[in-house]
């Protein structure tokens, strides 16, 4: 009986059709660490979220990656995507969302991307998980950390940034926000001194008008001279003089966009996905510049 | 009185201008070296000046970016302050990218402030600044520098504001420029320092070198003052000038001296080979000259070989003369008393036959007066006869023959002693009888008058060739016995001393001249008459002599005589080859 049951099994699984893996295309902008950390952290994840699917499938997915760095020519990319027919694109980076945005009906998650509505525009088989840490997140880790900050000075654009403001006020209405507009970037460092004695904190915008390498060093001037500490949206700007950086979680964003992957994998639709902001913030502090502004706080590593 | 003049003496010493001609040498290399060195270290100070002046621009630029960038001239105050703390910094001045003027702060006037006020100097300036990346010159009083200033420029690309790009260099964009002017006066206190330390320095080196200098040439030239000391002593120093003319006028001589023995050289050189030819002809000449020559000689030699055979056949056949001759008077002698006696006898027995036969014809006379008269007649013939000395006559005269037989044998006996035929060999004989035996064959006429005087006094036997040893002394006494001319006393005296018989032979006759006596001994050398002599007697005997291991010693004085003295040891060390034994 038991034979009889055995060998049963061997003719069903012969019989079986195979089942081809879930084929993912990884389109990324350059070969860059915090995209190999992303590209890490959503493998593993979608790796649990996957059932294998088939009797003879091994792996639920299969990767397949490419740098467009290495080749720029968008038709070229478009090309390989096209006979790769993959059943998902992962596009690391503004210019892997680029190269990616006019391939129709495969699903699209994009991660890394600034401002990525720009670039969708109403294309609709595209969703991700932005990059803007939002301002509820920041000042709730501010807060946390020092909890005497109440005035928060910010300069902004009118153009890119007067959102991210009107968010923050609306998140945050126990904080006072001051927030001066610079017209272009040679104003920030007048606008800087106009916040002299106004404010407990500057807070970093992710705006290119304000926030640039010409700029930077007034800020950290400005937060030398009269020991207020910034608040950066990078961990890159820790080295330059921000005493504290409230960012995104690499592993965090990963797997999000892991989560999101697995359902548009098993058939959701991508309307049913929709993008997402980050679900998880790193906070760090630079120990220095908290030593040398006084901060009381201690904490370096991430929440 | 000799003046003392220190210059002239300068003048004239070699050592002094060569110890004056060094000391000037190292004076001018010293300045050149001291002016070089100054110069060099006056370039590196300046290469220092620049560098550091150049790093306080870029520092300048640096520290002035935001305030550029910003343009607000608060900004400018703090890092151009913090430049013109710089005590030789007098003026700092700060251009935006367009080539205005954004900030200055000078300490005193200068000459960049008129320069940058004209814009087609600036604007030039400014293109080379940014073309070269930097600019620097100077002025009679300052040094001027200028730097670009930069800042990082803003990217267009989001991430950036996210991530590091770590393939992407940093952009940057001239905001401007900034100039620095610096004063030269510390350069010039520097440079003066320089100045005092170095000449310090040359003048201590060129001390410790113009004493070095004095001292090497004092020590190098110690040699050289020792010939002018000489040639000065040769020349006794007058009619020269200095030590320099007195050397070149002695090695000038010298040299033409060499020159015309280096011609006088070359002339022999020229006619040496001609020379050596014909030198070398004639003594080819003269070897076959010498080769039939001594050929010559050799045929001489053999015939002077066969005469000197001849000589000495001549010699031994001379000297068996004399001893023949010898022999032959003393046998004459002997043989003379014989027959001398020999008539005496005949006749003495012609007397006893006829007194014999008177007594026969008495005895046969019966008559007695036959008898008588016969008797009487008897004795008429013993009377004539004188027959009482009858007997001792023919006694005397049987005496005398009897004396002639004796020497006769005496002769035979000593001439076996002479001759010793069967004693040539090395073996003791006494020299004492050898003389005896030898004197009776000396020329018995030579004797005549001769006195010969024996001293002997006690020899042990000499182990000799006792015939030649007779021979040695038979020579020296002829010639003794020759030399007296039949007066004077030979005296022949023997001694023993020190295991050597001593045999003195002193005669009393003419001696022997002194330019001569040295070549007695010579063979075929005689004073002689031609034939009387052959000149080999005295060189054989002192073959004779040596052959013995002994020697002949002879002294002598013209009219007083000759000292011949044969010394012979009693053993001779080692028996000689008993070449005619």
Request: some cysteine; charged content about 25%; glycine content about 6%.
């Amino acid at each position: 009986m038991k034979k009889t049951l055995i060998l049963i099994m061997l003719i069903v699984l012969a019989a079986a059709r195979p089942a081809l893996s879930y084929e993912i295309m990884v389109v990324k902008s350059a070969d860059e660490p915090p995209m190999a950390q992303v590209v890490r952290a959503f493998s593993d994840k979608l790796a649990h979220l996957l059932p294998a699917r088939g009797v003879k499938s091994i792996e639920p997915y299969r990767f397949r990656e490419i740098d467009i760095s290495q080749s720029p020519i968008k038709s070229a990319v478009e090309q390989e995507i096209r006979e790769t027919r993959p059943d998902l694109i992962l596009a690391l980076g503004r210019n892997a969302l680029l190269a990616v945005r006019d391939i129709p009906r495969i699903p699209v998650i994009y991660l890394l991307v600034v401002a990525p509505d720009i670039i969708i525009e109403d294309r609709d088989n595209i969703t991700g998980v932005n990059l803007d840490i939002p301002a509820r997140l920041q000042f709730a880790e501010i807060s946390r950390l020092l909890p005497s900050v109440r005035r928060i000075g910010v300069i902004y654009n009118t153009a890119h940034s007067a959102m991210d403001i009107q968010q923050a006020k609306k998140d945050r209405p126990d904080l006072e926000f001051i927030a001066l507009n610079a017209q272009s970037t040679k104003e920030v460092p007048a606008r800087l001194e106009e916040l002299r004695g106004r404010a407990d904190l500057i807070w970093l915008l992710p705006d290119l008008i304000v926030t640039n390498p010409q700029t930077l060093e007034s800020y950290f001037l400005f937060s030398f001279t009269n020991k207020v500490p910034v608040l950066a949206f990078s961990e890159k700007y820790l080295k330059s003089g921000a005493a504290v950086a409230v960012t995104f979680d690499l592993e965090a964003m990963g797997e999000q966009a892991a989560g999101m992957a697995a359902r548009l994998l098993l058939g959701a639709p991508v309307s049913t996905v929709p993008p997402m902001d980050i679900s998880r913030v790193k906070t760090i502090v630079n120990p220095t510049a908290a030593r040398k502004l006084q901060l009381p706080i201690t904490e370096e590593t991430p929440r | 009185m000799k003046r003392w003049r220190p210059f002239h003496r300068i003048r004239e010493s070699f050592i002094a201008k060569i110890s004056i001609t060094l000391i000037a040498v190292v004076l001018v290399l010293a300045l050149l070296f001291d002016l070089l060195l100054i110069r060099l270290q006056e370039k590196a100070y300046e290469r220092e000046n620049i560098k550091q002046g150049l790093a306080l621009v870029r520092l300048l630029a640096q520290s002035v970016r935001l305030a550029v960038f910003t343009e607000n001239e608060q900004d400018f105050i703090m890092p151009v302050n913090a430049i013109l703390g710089h005590e030789d910094v007098v003026e700092a001045d700060i251009f935006n990218n367009d080539g205005a003027m954004l900030f200055r702060r000078e300490k005193q006037e200068n000459s960049l402030s008129r320069l940058v006020d004209n814009p087609q100097y600036l604007a030039a300036i400014l293109t080379n600044v940014q073309t070269a990346g930097e600019m620097h010159w100077q002025t009679e009083n300052s040094f001027i520098f200028w730097w670009p200033i930069y800042s990082n420029a803003a990217t267009g690309n989001d991430e950036a504001l996210f991530f590091e790009m770590e393939d992407e260099p940093p952009a940057r964009e001239l905001i401007g420029y900034a100039a620095l002017v610096i004063s030269k006066q510390s350069f010039s206190a520097g440079v003066r320092q320089i100045l005092v330390n170095t000449g310090a320095i040359v003048v201590i080196f060129l001390s410790l070198g113009i004493a070095m200098s004095f001292v090497v040439v004092r020590r190098m030239t110690r040699p050289l003052s020792a010939i002018l000391k000489k040639v000065k002593e040769n020349t006794g120093g007058a009619g020269v000038g200095d030590d320099l003319s007195l050397l070149s006028e002695t090695y000038g001589g010298m040299l033409q001296e060499l020159e015309r023995s280096f011609e006088t050289i070359k002339e022999l050189k020229d006619g040496l080979e001609v020379k050596v030819a014909d030198r070398t002809k004639e003594l080819s000449d003269r070897q076959l000259q010498l080769e039939s020559a001594n050929l010559k000689l050799s045929q001489t030699l053999v015939k002077l070989q066969e005469a000197q055979q001849q000589l000495i056949q001549s010699e031994k056949m001379a000297a068996m003369g004399q001893m023949v001759a010898g022999v032959a008077h003393e046998i004459n002698n002997s043989v003379n008393f014989i027959s001398g006696a020999l008539p005496s006898v005949k006749r003495l027995l012609g007397d006893l036959k006829e007194l014999l036969a008177s007594y026969e014809e008495l005895e046969q006379v019966r008559d007695a007066d036959d008898r008588d008269r016969n008797i009487t007649a008897i004795r008429s013939l013993k009377n004539d006869l004188d027959f009482a000395g009858l007997f001792a006559t023919f006694e005397q005269l049987l005496a005398n023959i009897e004396e002639g037989t004796t020497r006769t044998t005496r002769i035979i006996k000593d001439l076996k002693i002479f001759t010793r035929q069967g004693a040539e060999k090395f073996q003791p004989a006494d020299i004492h009888s050898i003389i005896d035996s030898t004197i009776p064959f000396i020329d018995g006429k030579l004797l005549k008058g001769v006195e010969i005087r024996k001293e002997f006094d006690k020899l042990e036997p000499v182990t000799c060739l006792a015939g030649r040893i007779s021979q040695v002394f038979l020579n020296i006494m002829q010639n003794a016995a020759q030399a007296m001319s039949g007066k004077g006393t030979l005296t022949i005296r023997t001694w023993q001393e020190d295991g050597q018989a001593h045999v003195r032979f002193t005669d009393t006759g003419c001696g022997i001249e002194q330019d001569i006596i040295h070549r007695i001994f010579d063979p075929f050398f005689t004073t002689k008459e031609v034939g009387r002599g052959s000149g080999l007697g005295l060189g054989i005997s002192y073959d004779i002599i040596k052959q013995h291991s002994g020697r002949i010693n002879v002294e002598s004085k013209i009219g007083q005589g000759t000292v011949f003295e044969v010394i012979l040891p009693l053993s001779p060390p080692i028996f000689p080859a008993e070449r005619e034994g």
